[in-house]
């Protein structure tokens, strides 16, 4: 019998349910490089991660839901949406458009009972997460893309939102069509640095018209219940081919949950994720034994192996989340960080990385 499963038996048999040990104060722990990135949490303590600097204030809106008791399949739409909502380059509809000028959004969500759903190459609809979940509720599929993702998404109530490109994506791509070559920048969804960062690592990134072309907010947590759901949402990389799909609305790749082991959510070069099947090939390294962090580290450094020389070019980076609530990251190249809140907080945390 596991020793969370003997735990959770101790306190049945006192008489507190798994809701009711939620009071117990999380800690946090060194993991084994001797960072801070794992977080160790009592079982059925909550805990929200996300990807990225955004993902703080995402984290908060996720923490409104969990931190009292809710669901963290609520929590991760939720989580999210303030990210979609936000003016920024690489998620909503405020992201930069493909290069023939129009902004297309992926978005996947899962829950603890396998039920998943997801929106690719979606146009003009303002919260693809949510379309996402309502083709997890509310359909026989997984995936809708396109054309037929947003006539679903209009019978469901959803805006048609205008064809336009927000101020800083209208002047990116102009200056973008300048060159129109497609070159994606590696850390480019970091927005600062913050006093949690380490010292040595990249400079907040200067943002130049034009070189916004990528990426990702994806949510993972565990609520009191003890289950795990995932959230991710992208308008995918800057200036792409006009259809293009990255890992994101790909279960799997960009987001895989299994409650009987951990949720994974990755972020960086949807390409070279999908190759892999990323975060489900992290979910099976933890199945195997390994905390979050390890997890993530083995798949880096596959893909590493994969891309050779040509890994220097890109970014790729996982967060995890085990049953017993440890979170962990890894990622190719420095530079990625991610935000974690449980009841000690909402903090940021930098990630290991192989160089
Ligand atoms: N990771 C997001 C994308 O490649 O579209």
Redesign the pocket.
Known sequence: MSMDRRKFLNLSSLGISSFTITGFIPKTVQDITGSSNVISNTVVNPVVVSTWDAGLAANLAAWKIIGIGGRALDAVENGVKVTEDEINCCVGLSGNPDRDGHVTL?ASIMDHEFNCGSVAFLERIKHPISVARRVMEKTPHVMLVGEGAQQFALSEGFTLEPDTLSKDAKSSYENWLKKSEYKPVINIERKKATSQLDPSSMAPHKLINGDWN???IGMIALDSFGNLSGSCT?S??GFKMRGR????PVIGA?LYVDNEIGAVV??????D?IRVAGASAVVEQMRQGKSPAEACKFVVERIRRIKKEKAKDIQVCFIALNKKGEAGAYALHKGFNYAVHNKEGNKLFESSSLD
């Open positions: 992926d990528h990426d990702t992208t995918g990389a799909v990255g890992d994101s960009g990755a972020t960086g070069q949807g390409e994720v």
